[in-house]
């Protein structure tokens, strides 16, 4: 379904922000991204959904090229971003082309009853807290029913608990119309909870460094040994990626006679 391929980025100052990235991810699979700051997520997420242009290599959805903006590509950010003269269901179903009243009004509800929302279609963003501003935007991701969707770490100025909500629901959408999905995230319990891989990005310039498969049934349990143990690798792939091992260099000539 999605297959980036050999994708670089350099930017016109010279900083090279990824080299060489290789990634697919299956229909249907759910894939997040981890990294240390300026590991080049972002930057990666922004390439695939066509809205920057790599410097090498290529990004391909259903075998089609992705060299801007797409309909099959939908992006979640970490801000709502709704349009504030707009109620919620207006919101949600902003974008949806070629559907007849009907359609779009049914696709509309379904996903605002999905996020828990259905009582608010009339009211307007600012009526709305952060976390379910947010439940709107989710909504209006899945509405187009896109094949792949990419979430730049949506939940990050979430407390826990409404996180940990907007992750069942998140999985509830999914569970509909299974798209691919690609989360960036700097919560290793998040990865955890919401992907079937977590793959680990190393800095400067950003590559991947590892990948890790998360074998586990959902509803995943947070304080299951498994799921604990996931978490456990998860973050040694990612200490790893921070701190990767240095070769141990011999002493000059000249130095080995004062080692003893």
Same mark, same amino acid.
């Given at each position: 379904?999605?297959?980036?391929?050999?994708?670089?980025?350099?930017?016109?100052?010279?900083?090279?922000?990824?080299?060489?990235?290789?990634?697919?991810?299956?229909?249907?699979?759910?894939?997040?991204?981890?990294?240390?700051?300026?590991?080049?997520k972002?930057?990666?997420? @922004?390439?695939?959904?066509?809205l920057?242009? $790599?410097?090498?290599? $290529?990004?391909?959805?259903?075998?089609?090229?992705?060299?801007?903006?797409?309909?099959?590509v939908?992006?979640?950010?970490?801000?709502?971003?709704?349009?504030?003269?707009?109620?919620?269901?207006?919101?949600?179903?902003?974008?949806?082309?070629?559907?007849? @009243?009907?359609?779009?009004?049914?696709?509309?509800?379904?996903?605002?009853?999905?996020?828990?929302? $259905?009582?608010?279609?009339?009211?307007?963003?600012?009526?709305?807290?952060?976390?379910?501003?947010?439940?709107?935007?989710?909504?209006?991701?899945?509405?187009?029913?896109? @094949?792949?969707?990419?979430?730049?770490?949506?939940?990050?100025?979430?407390?826990?608990?409404?996180?940990r909500?907007?992750?069942?629901?998140?999985?509830?959408?999914?569970?509909?119309?299974?798209?691919?999905?690609?989360?960036?995230?700097h919560?290793?319990?998040?990865?955890?909870?919401?992907a079937?891989?977590?793959?680990?990005?190393?800095?400067?310039?950003?590559?991947?460094?590892?990948?890790?498969?998360?074998?586990?049934?959902?509803?995943?349990?947070?304080?299951?040994?498994?799921?604990?143990?996931?978490?456990?690798?998860?973050?040694?792939?990612?200490?790893?990626?921070?701190?990767?091992?240095?070769?141990?260099?011999?002493?000059?000539?000249?130095?080995?006679?004062g080692?003893?």
């Amino acid at each position: 379904m999605l297959i980036v391929d050999a994708l670089s980025k350099t930017y016109a100052d010279g900083t090279q922000a990824l080299s060489d990235i290789g990634l697919s991810a299956a229909p249907g699979e759910i894939v997040a991204l981890i990294g240390g700051s300026g590991c080049g997520k972002t930057t990666l997420l @922004r390439l695939i959904a066509g809205l920057d242009r $790599a410097s090498a290599g $290529a990004v391909e959805v259903a075998g089609e090229t992705i060299l801007e903006p797409h309909p099959r590509v939908g992006v979640v950010f970490q801000e709502p971003r709704l349009l504030p003269w707009l109620t919620v269901a207006d919101n949600v179903g902003f974008g949806l082309g070629g559907l007849g @009243r009907s359609e779009n009004r049914a696709r509309v509800a379904e996903a605002l009853e999905r996020v828990g929302l $259905a009582e608010h279609g009339r009211r307007w963003p600012r009526e709305l807290s952060g976390g379910q501003q947010q439940r709107v935007a989710i909504a209006r991701a899945f509405v187009p029913r896109p @094949r792949v969707l990419l979430l730049d770490e949506p939940f990050s100025a979430l407390d826990a608990f409404t996180r940990r909500g907007l992750h069942e629901q998140l999985l509830d959408l999914w569970a509909a119309s299974k798209p691919t999905i690609l989360i960036v995230t700097h919560d290793v319990g998040e990865a955890v909870t919401l992907a079937d891989r977590v793959v680990v990005m190393r800095p400067k310039p950003g590559r991947l460094e590892e990948t890790v498969a998360i074998d586990l049934p959902r509803p995943r349990d947070p304080v299951s040994a498994r799921y604990e143990e996931a978490v456990r690798r998860v973050m040694a792939a990612l200490d790893r990626s921070l701190h990767p091992p240095t070769t141990r260099r011999d002493p000059a000539p000249e130095m080995r006679a004062g080692w003893w």
